[in-house]
């Protein structure tokens, strides 16, 4: 594993001395906190602990602004976030194809090890699959993740209500159109994947608003308009958005006018959606634009009773239904 | 998705109506602990979490004595169990390829949460990603797995120490051999995986053996060889083996026969390694033999002083010299 033309072989997943080699050579090196045990012991939890996983499958695994390792780590610690836990832990699991470029996986896995570390998240365990070409893309990942939920919190659909209003922490639909992108071998000046850690942000906004957070998700597959129909139905509301207050960089806007796409469909990996009660909305927003992650933060809109569903206010006045996602598949943005 | 016909498309991954249809009317019903959310959320843990991840990418997905979806819980199950951690909770993660029938899925989903079931273990969290065909091979799963480990327990290769026996807790090389001739669309009259959940017979030696069960390890890829091989590395000593004791079923001794298969470097999926000190050796057996899923269980060795290897004293009374698989690639056998 030297010289830079190796790739991985059917052996490297025998779990033999192949296998040993590529765990010694590149994987502890780069991950030092995953011991070859069957399991990785952590401390008991001091409050109620926050499950998830995710497989990453992104084609392009290098994308602008990211690539499948960085994508694996913010994916996982958003959705840990997202119920308002703080990122502990995470497992990493790789299926390699044969023939992948040994340096394609040191780099991802680079890529991975230090978007935890910035994140301040542990890789505590991991494991590795390779299968025959052609029966996998390159690199595919799951990350599971553990985290510590603080006492009182309760940041779950169900507690929005008719009043509430929608904040969307920052530009939206980037990741999804940077990667389509990237997979037509096209760019687009300034446009790159919004992928980044949400916590920081989302620990500042709990703190400051308590009980006042209502819910949050990150619309990341299916859009901010797939995912706003969830939340709409889960909670038995209609979510009113205000179409000139959606924050949308120029050259996203002129890229889905191009290539003919809603960005309201478009996966975002690096902002989230808040639902607070009216009275605490501008606090919300206060907190939000003083951290790097959320400062174009945003409200878009507000709970109203009435029958489960997204209504968009136009900017000129008249009123859109918003959908969930439908029949119109853009696969493996994340 | 009620004729029977249908296949998975594309649009089962997006993230819109169809993906919710397929959670809604699949995964939800079979899968009954998890919920819509980001993160499962789960009570704080009483003692030290053991946390463990594994993909399975197992070739065919359906062989005797098992299929893909009871291996991803069985793997991930025992694989707490090797630290003494009682397994609590697993998520779930799948990767699709377009094309897969619908039932097949249903079969395996269900499978899949019997044995979880059957285990004792809640499948709180889960995730689903869908590939264009020929960019996945039918079906992978991660489960990644979060037990709690007792007080007081240390079960580790570092706790082996010269003197120690060495226990199997049933016949070896059945699930590696069952898969390899199930690909082949091969049968062997009574043979089949060994797959099943190991962490009641764990629970009942560590609790008769207390500290004097040092260490455990299930001989998965790369089987009894290999991993014998990297525990003599990690403590340091020489393991001898006596080839008269090794636990193998007559048809596995043929079916290798045949096909030219050393059943050292075949996967076992239901029996573990037990490694405890000399003088509890004869009541880890007692207590091994009382539990249906270790009842053939048998002393196989014992560490002595010497170079880290692993060496077989066969029936004829020579001395093999057992390495680590090497350039001998069985894979997908997990």
Do not use: W
Request: proline content about 7%; charged content about 20%; hydrophobic content about 40%.
């Amino acid at each position: 594993m030297a010289s830079g033309n190796e790739i991985i072989l059917l052996e490297h997943g025998s779990g033999g001395q192949a296998s040993e080699e590529l765990l010694e050579k590149l994987f502890f090196p780069l991950l030092k906190d995953v011991r070859p045990l069957d399991s990785a012991l952590l401390p008991p939890s001091n409050g109620r602990l926050a499950f998830t996983t995710d497989t990453f499958v992104v084609s392009p695994i290098f994308f602008p602004g990211g690539d499948i390792g960085s994508l694996a780590v913010h994916g996982t610690v958003n959705d840990l976030a997202m119920v308002g836990a703080r990122p502990l832990f995470l497992s990493v699991a790789f299926i390699l194809e044969e023939g992948l470029p040994i340096k394609t996986l040191k780099q991802v896995v680079s890529s991975l090890a230090r978007a935890a570390e910035k994140a301040g998240v542990k890789v505590v365990c991991g494991d590795t699959k390779v299968v025959p070409r052609g029966k996998a893309d390159q690199i595919f990942i799951n990350t599971t993740g553990l985290g510590v939920v603080p006492e009182g919190t309760e940041i779950t659909p169900h507690r929005i209500c008719p009043g509430d209003r929608i904040l969307v922490s920052g530009p939206i639909a980037e990741h999804g159109l940077a990667v389509l992108l990237a997979r037509e071998g096209l760019g687009l000046e300034g446009l790159k994947s919004d992928s980044q850690p949400l916590h920081q942000a989302v620990a500042a906004l709990l703190e400051a608003l308590g009980p006042e957070l209502h819910a949050l998700r990150d619309p990341t597959r299916g859009g901010l308009g797939s995912v706003l129909n969830e939340l709409a139905r889960s909670c038995g509301a209609t979510f009113l958005l205000q179409e000139k207050d959606l924050p949308l960089r120029p050259e996203v806007e002129a890229g889905c006018e191009i290539l003919g796409l809603d960005p309201l469909y478009l996966a975002c990996e690096g902002c989230f959606l808040a639902f607070v009660s009216s009275g605490a909305a501008e606090k919300a927003l206060a907190v939000l634009h003083k951290q790097p992650e959320t400062r174009e933060a945003k409200i878009i809109g507000e709970v109203r009773k009435g029958p489960a569903q997204v209504v968009l206010q136009t900017k000129v006045g008249g009123h859109r239904l918003i959908k969930s996602l439908h029949g119109e598949p853009l696969p493996r943005i994340c």
